[in-house]
């Protein structure tokens, strides 16, 4: 029992480390399929974009992560998309984090393509901007003031998406997509001083920095995380929009099970830190 | 132009007048869309009666003026917001007419909803961004709205005269605030000069740094200093170059390798200047590697991996995370902890110090950063700004009792005196 | 003098004026803080040219001494040298080579990176969350209740769960962290303060 105590208070951390490697694998092997139950903040969302169907005004989403943070952000950009394009909302793309232009570019393209979208009339990708602060404001005004062309170079005026589209007042509802502070700096220099409707969708561990602005009303709703996303798939699946989960849904039951996997060390730490304790106050006596 | 018809306009919340993306692209003129009969079918079909007209609101109560708290080159037109559901209102639009002297023609300078009840007219809106349309400061501008779907209809002419303000009166709480602290720190600094030592706590992780180095020394192995991702700009960053200057003292004096990887250009620069002080000034300059502060990578996993690459190889005795750390924080410390290394870390960013809690032996929170050099120094005058900073949380904590207190008891006035425009 | 005194002044009147400019919104003033941020971009272009010949100095020197792990130094110094090049080449546009490098070889290797947490995150909370005193038994709690509340499992086992997790997220974590924003920010103010009025002068080397 000594033995055992010990080998588990100096576990080398590869055996950690093989242990989450297969509770990651295992579930795209086995899929666990466990139930999905959706946030009050994630149906927030939702049900802003599903009340977008038929006004004609678009979903205008902030590109705003890179390569390192796709895996949580990402599916929830594809589902929002799937979304919006499943309810002929035009979509509208923009971005103001320069390492993450070329991602954003090739989710929107993707996720049109798949849904037969064309561009200039379903979706716009505007592309990089640099200094946000001004061009949140100058999108107050009106949006060409900082976007004169798209990311492929084609002038606003030619696209008949964007002839509908001039300033705040035209955009449906606004989502900041992000693993950065960027999702912030929109309600900072957009809904603050400007009042639109907007919601943040960031990675799990910032989530929970940004509940006060649904308090607050600044944000309408957040997608934390692959679990939010997870739970936005599973509301458009219940909603009849999809007939299938996700890729965040996917991952979902490998979280799970990655961290009962966790739990699972903590608690062997701790009895075996405990039993530690415990022999040494023996040997004391 | 033709008339819509009152029949034919479907509520606004239904989008009737925006088109289904996917649809062509027709002119946005009223009346399109309607289903007017040829001539033969008007032959057979019985006459449509004809229905009463849409009677397009001008605006009410319109007043033009400056725009309060810009730089200028500004004017803003307001008038009271129609009622909601007002479907006369949720199909008009107005151009805007503007002149400046008397003589002057009337110049179209925009156009906007009915429903919006505010339009700005201001020199970045301006068309081509000419500064011949722009709003000049000093002069006297004319506004008046035209309907467009009914250009007999105008509303009165009002004027006003733009010019930039040298005070934005809705800062004026911050500037107050701002006043008080800086106040705060002058008189404590002022009183560590003359007056006793001041107490303050101690911070382990602070204390901790001697030792830590002298553990390097001991082992032959060199210290890693790690000054975060964050810009220059970042007040973390500025915190971590001046933490960099005592302990590249130490290591001087004891003779330890000092590696400082770097993530952003700018941050180098002022790296490899802060440590070359400080061996100058510890009378080493010959000990000083210029190839130890280097710039690693700008993209930050990449600088994660090249960081914990050279924990792996170079084996470090100490290592210090000081300055803005974003998600590659527990990478590099859990990578540090599994060489064996003694880590200090101190961070501003809320969301990574439960990494750095769970993976580092020493962890300042928070506004510890920011004291770390005070302590490290030793300075008084240091010291004494740290006094400022407690005294402010008091004054701080009594505001936000005032405001619990005022929320409940529903007073506004007090509410609205700490309010942020 | 010229090392010392002439940068804290300069400190001092560029600082003095960035924080007055948030107060006045007058064009003049919000015009020279624009050049400004323009030309904080230009050097920071500058220093990257400094920064980049300092990996290549570095990684040189390396190759050169033959040290532990020289290899990977010239895996370094060649792909730095080959993405120039071809994105000088090629041009940057979708579909060149260069965007294929981003797309294919950076951006999975960034995520491949950043996929390590979740290793780390184990080990780190094996080795971390002990209940050695009151403080850390209630962190170890809060910490299992959160990992069981955040996923579906949660739900699965009760619905209690999810809402114990919220409500440690809602409110004492919410709490503790405008705390510790609120110290950061008087913090960040007291730090911009003494270099402003030169008393930190460590970013100088100076004490």
């Known amino acids: 029992m000594k033995k055992l105590m010990d080998r588990l208070l100096k576990l080398d951390r590869r055996w950690t480390f093989l242990a989450i490697g297969i509770s990651a694998v295992l579930p795209f092997l086995f899929p666990i399929g466990l139930a999905i139950h959706p946030s009050k903040e994630v149906q927030q969302v939702f049900d802003h974009v599903q009340a977008l169907k038929g006004t004609g005004k678009p979903l205008v989403i902030s590109f705003d992560f890179d390569p390192g943070t796709d895996a949580e952000v990402g599916p929830m950009a594809i589902a929002l998309m799937d979304h919006a394009f499943l309810n002929n909302v035009p979509v509208l793309g923009l971005n103001f984090i320069y390492t993450g232009t070329s991602l954003a570019e090739i989710h929107i393209k993707k996720a049109a393509e798949k849904h037969g979208k064309e561009y200039g009339i379903d979706y716009v990708f505007l592309g990089f901007k640099t200094a946000f602060p001004n061009v949140m404001i100058n999108m107050s005004k009106d949006i060409r003031l900082s976007f004169n062309a798209d990311y492929y170079n084609k002038p606003i005026g030619d696209l008949p998406m964007m002839r509908k589209i001039k300033n705040y007042d035209d955009f449906g509802f606004t989502i900041g997509l992000g693993g950065t502070r960027m999702v912030e700096y929109w309600i900072i220099y957009g809904v603050g001083p400007y009042d639109f409707d907007y919601a943040i969708g960031c990675t799990a561990v910032m989530a929970s920095d940004y509940y006060p602005y649904i308090q607050t009303g600044q944000s309408k709703g957040i997608i934390g995380g692959m679990k939010g996303a997870a739970e936005y798939e599973q509301l458009l699946l219940d909603a009849g929009l999809t007939e299938t989960l996700g890729d965040a849904a996917m991952g979902l039951d490998s979280q799970s099970l990655c961290h009962l996997v966790v739990i699972g060390f903590i608690v062997l730490g701790n009895i075996a830190y405990f039993g530690e304790q415990r022999r040494k106050r023996k040997a004391r006596q | 132009m033709l008339p819509v018809y009152a029949q034919d306009v479907k509520a606004p919340d239904s989008g009737a007048l925006e088109k289904e993306p996917g649809s062509e692209e027709k002119a946005d003129l009223p009346g399109a869309g309607l289903d007017v009969p040829s001539a033969d079918e008007a032959q057979t079909t019985p006459p449509i009666p004809s229905p009463p007209l849409i009677d397009r609101p001008l605006p009410l109560n319109l007043r033009a003026e400056d725009v309060p708290n810009d730089g200028g080159w500004a004017i803003r037109l307001l008038w ?342 | 003098m010229w090392k010392k005194t002439i940068p804290v002044s300069i400190a001092f009147a560029v600082g003095l004026f960035m924080a007055l400019q948030f107060f006045v919104p007058h064009r003049h003033v919000q015009s020279v803080v624009e050049e400004i941020n323009r030309w904080t971009s230009l050097i920071w272009c500058a220093a990257l040219i400094l920064g980049t010949l300092s990996l290549a100095k570095h990684l040189s020197l390396k190759i050169k001494a033959k040290k532990e792990g020289w290899g990977y130094a010239v895996i370094a110094m060649i792909s730095m040298i080959a993405t120039t090049v071809i994105g000088f080449y090629t041009g940057i546009e979708q579909g060149t080579l260069f965007m294929r490098i981003y797309e294919f070889i950076l951006a999975p290797l960034e995520a491949t990176t950043f996929s390590l947490l979740a290793f780390y995150i184990a080990s780190a909370a094996f080795r971390a969350f002990r209940a050695r005193n009151a403080e850390a038994t209630l962190l170890l709690i809060a910490a299992i209740l959160i990992m069981i509340g955040r996923v579906p ?55």
């Open chain 2, 80 to 421: 009271d917001k129609f009622p909601d559901g007002d479907i006369a209102a949720a199909v008009t639009n107005y151009e805007v007419l503007r002149k400046r002297g008397a003589g002057d023609d009337w110049e179209k300078v925009g156009e906007i909803k009915a429903e919006s009840g505010k339009y700005a007219d201001s020199h970045i809106l301006a068309k081509d961004n000419k500064p011949e349309h722009f709003v000049i400061d000093g002069a006297q501008y004319s506004y008046k709205l035209r309907i467009i779907e009914d250009p007999a209809k105008e509303s009165e002419i009002v004027s006003a005269v733009s010019e930039g303000q040298w005070l934005n009166t809705d800062h004026t709480i911050v500037l107050i605030a701002t006043l008080l602290y800086v106040a705060l720190v002058v008189f404590f600094i002022q009183r560590a000069k003359h007056g006793p030592k001041m107490y303050v706590r101690p911070i382990p992780g602070i204390n901790a740094v001697e030792d830590a180095v002298g553990r390097a020394t001991e082992m032959g192995k060199p210290v890693l200093y790690v000054p975060g991702i964050g810009v220059i700009e970042e007040i973390a960053t500025l915190a971590a170059m001046t933490i960099l200057s005592p302990i590249a003292e130490k290591v001087a004096e004891y003779g330890t390798p000092l590696l400082v990887p770097n993530r952003d250009p700018v941050v180098y620069s002022i790296a490899q200047e802060v440590v070359r002080q400080a061996y100058i000034k510890v009378g080493k300059p010959d000990a000083y590697v210029d190839d130890n502060i280097f710039f690693l990578s700008g993209r930050q996993f990449a600088y994660a991996a090249g960081v914990a690459g050279i924990m792996m190889r170079e084996k470090p005795a100490t290592n210090f995370f000081f300055g803005a750390f974003y998600a590659e924080s527990l990478i590099l410390a859990e990578t540090g902890a599994a060489t064996g290394a003694i880590q200090i870390a101190g961070t501003d960013q809320v969301t990574q110090l439960p990494f750095f809690i769970a993976a580092c032996d020493y962890t300042l929170l928070g506004e510890e950063l920011y004291a770390a050099s005070a302590y490290l120094s030793g300075d008084p005058i240091l010291v004494g700004s740290l006094k400022a900073l407690d005294y402010a949380k008091i004054l701080i904590f009594a505001l936000m009792g005032s405001g619990f207190v005022a929320g409940l008891f529903g007073w506004s006035g007090i509410l609205n005196l700490m309010k942020l425009n």
């Open chain 3, 153 to 207: 499992i949660g739900h699965a086992i009760s619905e209690v769960i999810p809402q114990i997790s919220d409500f440690i997220l809602d409110y004492p974590n919410t709490a503790a962290k405008r705390g510790i924003m609120m110290g950061v920010g008087l913090g960040m103010i007291s730090t911009a303060l003494k270099i402003i009025l030169g008393i930190e002068r460590g970013y100088l080397g100076d004490k």
